[in-house]
Each structure stands twice: as C-alpha cells, then as structure tokens.
C-alpha cells in the first residue's frame, strides 16, 4: 500500500504564494503517473500538474506560467509551487500517484485564496 501525506496548505492572499509538498511511503521512481489535483466546492475534481513520463510535465490552463511542479527523488516528494496565487485557485488540493491500475491519494490539503 502506498502513502501520500501533503503538506503545506494554508490561508493566503491574492498574488501571494504557497508551496505544497506531497511524501511518498516508496520511491516516486516506480510511479507512472505522479501529480496533484484540487478540487472545489461544488466542482468535479481537476488536473493542476502531473509528471506523466520521466521528467514531462503537463499543467491545467488556468496555472500555467504560476505553478510549478518539482519533485526531489532522494527525499522521494513532490512539489507544487504556487505564485501568483488567485481566489479560483481555492480548493482542496491532493496529491495522486499512479502505478499500473492503480490510483492512490493523499488525504488532501486545503488552500484559500482571500481577495
């Protein structure tokens, strides 16, 4: 079974910056897949940014040019790096590794953005 703790949530103003960081229970190598998503209130769960193969990257529209993915193998986390940030951007942000068939999830963190 594969843990995913996140970090780094929190309360922040418009245009300020958080970064939230996700630990994985075993090397972040193994996975296929491994990302964040946010979801809020009200809305289906999004794609924010994922490693897909080895160092690509994709990242939803509306966070391209202020959110950076980054990931430090050794210490087997991956980060979110958020600037710029907005009031849309407030949601619950988790974490997702996939490896084969299998989808496993942080427990979340919560980022809200005041105007």
């Known amino acids: 079974q594969v843990q995913l703790v996140e970090s780094g949530g929190g309360l922040v103003q418009a245009g300020g910056s958080l970064r939230l960081s996700c630990a994985a229970s075993r090397s972040i190598l193994t996975f296929n897949v491994m990302g964040w998503y946010r979801q809020a209130p009200g809305k289906q769960r999004e794609l924010v940014a994922a490693y897909t193969s080895g160092t690509s990257t994709n990242y939803a529209d509306s966070v391209k040019g202020r959110f950076t993915i980054s990931r430090n193998n050794a210490k087997n986390t991956v980060y979110l790096q958020m600037n710029s940030l907005k009031p849309e951007d407030t949601a619950v942000y988790y974490c997702?590794?996939?490896?084969?068939?299998?989808?496993?999830w942080g427990q979340g963190t919560q980022v809200t953005v005041s105007s």
């Open positions: 997702n590794a996939r490896w084969r068939d299998n989808d496993y």
